[in-house]
């Protein structure tokens, strides 16, 4: 359970830094506003977290043992986020941690 919630956890902060590359140049000192909350994710940390743990609570039981690849869409949580829970808890990783 811990390593899905690390797995959607670094989804996160993937689409974060790439949002954040494309954001203009600023002083080490400051601080962007993010710029796509609300729309691709719940705005608020609390609304966002009940999401991801909603997802892994309905997630779909393990069924691969020894995975090759796990290849889930990485849309925003309202479109993709079930779908990117249910791959991460089909493969072992999951049943192990």
Do not use: W
Not at 33 to 59: M, T
Not at 80 to 97: F, K, L, V, Y
């Amino acid at each position: 359970m811990k390593i899905l919630g690390l797995n959607l956890a670094l989804l996160v902060i993937v689409f974060c830094f790439a949002t954040a590359c494309q954001a203009n140049k600023g002083s080490d000192t400051d601080v962007r506003e993010p710029a796509v909350a609300g729309k691709f994710y719940p705005e608020s940390a609390a609304k966002l977290r009940g999401a991801i743990e909603k997802f892994l609570q309905d997630a779909l039981p393990v069924k691969i043992k020894k995975p090759v690849a796990i290849i889930v869409p990485h849309a925003g949580y309202i479109f993709s986020g079930q779908i990117c829970a249910d791959g991460s808890s089909r493969s072992a990783i999951r049943s192990t941690m």
